[in-house]
């Protein structure tokens, strides 16, 4: 009797212990294969509440070919920071779908250590300017010495217009009073850029929901001295347009 008492409360501990890691197997498992959003947003919230442990398997979420599965398992990392949150989302930050991409450099930005300044660096050398551009927008989440340098050698020298234009635009966002001469620099620099920066992106979909569905007009072609203008304007208050916008 001894031994079958102590058989049935071994097996009780075993399952008690190893509850948690088995729902971080199951859960993945189950958001990644239910096309029900309730049923995805419950998985995901029970993962989110297991910690680092319910990273563990995130993988399963991060390799889906669905956007918003991969989408889901960021989110997980961004919540639980796993010992392998940076890897995982430096990974991340160059998956094919720009708002789960944009999601983990996000991430990236928010862990705030200097490794991973390293990280975006290596991002901004990319080919695709979609990329390179969103490694500016996570420098422009780090207000550090480091990624304030390397923002305003983007600014100065790369070779794409659109990430020269980001560049400016987050030294403007972040008032970095050092980088004014570069700034003025740039004032010289009458390439055109067509289309929005990041913020006037996001300006333009709040917008959109606030007007339920109404879009803004795109903004015409402007040189680089246009943002090079705005962004000293911000940092030193200096405006040298000649009609003040």
């Avoid at 859960?27 to 029900?36: G, I, M, S």
């Avoid at 067509?194 to 339920?212: D, I, N, W, Y």
């Amino acid at each position: 009797m001894f031994i079958v008492i102590a058989t049935m409360v071994a097996v009780w501990l075993a399952i008690v212990l190893c509850r948690n890691p088995i729902r971080a197997r199951w859960w993945p498992h189950r958001l990644a294969t239910t096309a029900n959003p309730e049923t995805r947003l419950a998985h995901f919230q029970r993962l989110v509440a297991l910690g680092p442990t319910g990273a563990d398997a995130v993988e399963e979420l991060l390799e889906s070919d669905d956007p918003s599965v991969r989408g889901l398992g960021v989110a997980v990392l961004n919540h639980t920071r796993p010992a392998r949150v940076r890897k995982l989302l430096a990974e991340m930050a160059t998956d094919p779908d720009p708002d789960v991409a944009a999601m983990a450099v996000t991430g990236l930005a928010l862990l705030g250590d200097a490794a991973v300044v390293n990280d975006l660096a290596q991002l901004l050398k990319s080919s695709e300017a979609r990329l390179a551009v969103l490694a500016v927008s996570g420098l422009g989440r780090l207000p550090t010495p480091e990624a304030a340098d390397l923002l305003i050698e983007t600014a100065r020298a790369h070779r794409l217009v659109a990430v020269r234009v980001q560049a400016i635009e987050e030294l403007g966002l972040l008032r970095v009073e050092r980088a004014a001469d570069v700034l003025r620099e740039c004032l010289e620099d009458d390439t055109l850029f067509q289309g929005p920066t990041t913020s006037e992106h996001s300006a333009a979909a709040l917008l959109g929901r606030a007007t339920r569905g109404l879009t803004a007009e795109a903004p015409s072609a402007r040189p680089v001295s246009y943002f090079a203008n705005r962004a000293l304007r911000a940092i030193t208050g200096e405006d040298v347009s000649s009609n003040g916008k």
